[in-house]
DNA sequence: GTCTATAGTTCGATAGAC
DNA sequence: GTCTATCGAACTATAGAC
């Protein structure tokens, strides 16, 4: 059956949209939000930025869909790991399957979830709201890996799992300023090892 | 002997200098570049926003040297009680006093130090290259720290010093999003154990 | 849905009097 | 050194034609 002029429409619209959430996060990732103006966008995405307005009626209103994006990429990452792992591994075995799937999720390419590291301090307070709830799951499920693993006795017992969880996040998402891509196994490796078995001579 | 009008013109020049650093900390720590204007900085030391622009002839010079006196502070305080812990201390030790003095340098009322860590990512690229060449020597005394452990045996043999180095930072750097005050000396001691000995039961 | 034109702010910086 | 007045640039958002 042929598309409805409708549809065609839609398509269209979808396609418009997809395209400035791209560049938008592109250009966030790699300039930052100050540095992002929507002229700028518009013109990566070969459009006018009336059109920007039309589809994200605020500035605002745009970097929240990237960022928010962000955030669910990386969860998902995240979670896809640890099932992979099955449900009878350690929580250490956890904790070390996250930092690895975490580092490869923050890497070249997921432009939206290193839009979200680089941008979600300096954005505006009404969009920092709107993510709050995103980022407070995303630090659970930290948080739970943490105290599941001091739980079964696989890490040590007198961590608090809602600080190291915060210092483990902001370690690994420092690797998107200086990790180049040819590093990302070297880096991984030696995020794993620092976390996990500490810098001190066994 | 009395002092000239110079030297009175003089006191008061940088007295307001003085000033305007001051609130432009505060406000730069707490709000970020981007939502901090000249005019918000002027009103908060009660001046004009001209007044500004008179010390500091563009708001890049400003921030420039709220920053990199923030970055000063900083390497003090990590020498200052590397010090005192005498030439005979192992890498490990000195690792450890640098992560209880920087912890402590970014808590509360440190406005220029937690000014750099809040804004250093969201300056104008002209700043950034401005404080290039001290953020890279903050980084180096982290990262002799680590060779220096490493090649006395205190530390693993494995770690990459560079890579670490700018981990940890980025570690300590996130306590300045959420750590308050009465929380300093459980978050340093959860920081150092979970850095030096890992997260992995003993 | 997209384009042209423009309204309406905000902000950084400058000129000149005192 | 500080104040008054103002310029000019950059950007977000809206109105209306097609």
Redesign the interface.
Known sequence: MAPTPEELAERRRNASREKILHVAAERLAEH????TSLSDIAMLAALEQTVVNFHFPTKEDLVEAVLRTGIDHAKAAIDTAIEQLGPDASG?AR?ETAITAYVHAISDQHHMTRANI?CY??V?PVVRRGLAVYMREFVETWTEL?AD?RDD????????PP??A??????L???V??MRSDDLE??TR??R??????????
Chains 1, 2 share one sequence.
């Open positions: 930052g939000y100050g540095a250490a904790v680089r301090r300096s505006p943490l693993g006795g696989s890490l040590r017992g007198d961590i608090d600080v190291v915060r210092m483990i996040i902001a370690a998402n420092s690797a300023t200086w070297h880096v030696q995020f090892q620092s976390l996990l078995h500490g810098l001190m001579a066994p």
